[in-house]
């Protein structure tokens, strides 16, 4: 189980007071503020991911992780997996992106340090 060291925070961040992004284009990343990393994606419509690359990959997957810490048995997000509409997908991104074909509704990525 894990530890808060800093409950503030940590409902700053379930609240997004850290910040938070729209994205409903595939041109290009997003990426958070300096000193901040992505933690949670909200997807708007069903949405796929060029680009979804984790903070550390030996805790986080990802497009090319598929990590999962000391367990076993996870895969990477393939180009075809849809993460559908309303989903939210927590954990601790440096980059993301939409594949073309994910474009029409968006994404909201929420940021936290």
């Known amino acids: 189980m894990s530890r808060l ?3 503030g925070k940590a409902n700053k961040m379930a609240y997004g ?3 938070s ?3 409903n284009t595939a041109a290009g990343n997003l990426t958070p503020p300096a000193g901040q990393v992505i933690v949670a994606i909200q997807m708007l419509g069903d949405s796929t991911f060029d680009v979804l690359t ?3 990959e030996t805790k986080c997957f990802g ?3 598929s990590t999962h810490g000391a367990g076993s048995g996870g895969v990477a997000v393939a180009a075809a997996n849809v993460f559908a509409e309303g989903m939210m997908i927590y954990g601790r991104w440096t980059a993301v992106s939409l594949s ?3 474009t029409s ?3 909201i990525c929420y940021f936290g340090e």
């Open 100 to 102: 073309a074909d994910a």
């Open 5 to 7: 060291h800093n409950n």
């Open 63 to 65: 497009v090319t992780s």
């Open 54 to 56: 984790p903070e550390d």
């Open 105 to 107: 509704a968006g994404i």
């Open 21 to 23: 992004a729209f994205k």
């Open 17 to 19: 007071q850290f910040g």
